[in-house]
């Protein structure tokens, strides 16, 4: 009779010692921020990439000359999740120019150095064009001009707005921050840069065109320039997806920890992504696959999952809208397989 309370008390403590070990399990980030199992995620990634391996559909952009001879067969995917988990498949790590996928990242900088998310509403625009991205038609049809971060006039008047003295000052307060986000030094592929300096005289154009309506805030030949060697940055789909991943983490890098992007800002650059980051198929990508990236004609694209992870996808062939093909596919199968659409 008198053991029995003993008993009753280590079975209660054991029981105890189970809750508490699972609570401390399934609330560490790792899991709690993860719906899906950690270790299908690599899994899934591999699926993807042989999945659509063979997939040939689409060309590389040729308007950018260097960017034609890229080639074309390379494919790689990475996904990294909020507590810094990597995960790789193909060519990930393979050298390639970021182009407009830069385009929300300094959009990122510029609300972080004014501090206030108006600026971009009044000063660039946040509507969707529903035409393609180099599109002079769209500054002339929009009252806003500039019409939205995420397409080139747009992205012009993002530069222009990154406060500094000098065209040296301001690309590299674009370029350090986007090596804060991926966690790692970057360098421009220069050849990219020069071949797109000598054919972007629609940039140019619109660069102008901004001018005479009073929509860019530095000298148009200054903003273009900054832009294109932005656009010239090069990345991997890891790197990318890095990228990704501090957004999705709030502002913060999930290796080096740094709080990059104020939290605040988050949620206004992501919202740019899913209404404008495949420019005039945005809104199919949204209804089809519900998350917020962007894509850029160097083959890249990076979807952000947030609170959870990133994903990246690097193939050279676009489509007419100038989006990667297996790219595209590949990250649909991803959110797909693992559930990871925003509306679902
Ligand atoms: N540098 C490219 C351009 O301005 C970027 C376009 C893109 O990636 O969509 O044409």
Request: charged fraction near 20%.
């Amino acid at each position: 009779m008198k053991a029995t309370p003993c008993f009753i008390t280590l079975a209660v403590l054991r029981k105890m010692a189970l809750v508490l070990v699972f609570l401390l399990f399934s609330t560490h980030p790792a899991w709690a921020r993860l719906s899906v199992d950690a270790d299908i995620l690599g899994q899934v990634l591999q699926e993807a990439h042989a999945l659509f391996a063979d997939d040939t559909e689409g060309a590389n952009a040729d308007y950018i000359p260097e960017l034609a001879r890229v080639p074309s067969e390379l494919f790689g995917l990475a996904l990294v999740t909020v507590d810094g988990q990597v995960f790789i498949a193909g060519d990930a790590d393979y050298d390639f120019t970021i182009q407009s996928v830069s385009k929300p990242f300094t959009a990122a900088l510029v609300l972080q150095e004014h501090d206030d998310p108006e600026i971009l509403v009044e000063k660039v625009g946040v509507e969707p064009t529903g035409l393609p991205f180099n599109s002079v038609l769209a500054v002339e049809l929009h009252a806003s001009r500039s019409v939205n971060p995420l397409v080139n006039a747009g992205a012009m008047a993002a530069v222009s707005l990154v406060p500094a003295e000098s065209d040296m000052e301001r690309f590299s307060k674009i370029k350090q921050f986007h090596e804060a986000m991926a966690g790692q030094e970057l360098s421009v592929i220069e050849e990219v840069y020069r071949s797109e300096a000598a054919t972007n005289q629609g940039n140019r154009a619109i660069a102008h065109l901004l001018k005479k309506y009073g929509r860019i805030y530095a000298d148009p030949e200054e903003a273009l320039d900054v832009y294109t060697r932005q656009c010239a940055i090069g990345v991997t789909a890891r790197v990318l997806a890095m990228m990704g991943a501090t957004l999705a983490n709030g502002g913060v890098n999930p290796i080096s920890k740094e709080q990059v992007l104020e939290a605040r800002h988050v949620p206004k650059v992501l919202a740019l992504m899913l209404t404008a980051g495949f420019y005039d198929e945005s809104g199919r990508w949204a209804y089809d696959v519900g998350l917020p990236a962007k894509t850029g004609v160097g083959g890249g694209i990076v979807a952000v999952v947030p609170g959870k992870l990133a994903v990246a996808a690097f193939s050279p062939r676009l489509n007419q809208a100038g989006n990667s093909v297996r790219a595209m596919r590949a990250i649909e199968y991803v959110s797909q397989r693992l559930g990871l659409g925003l509306f679902q």
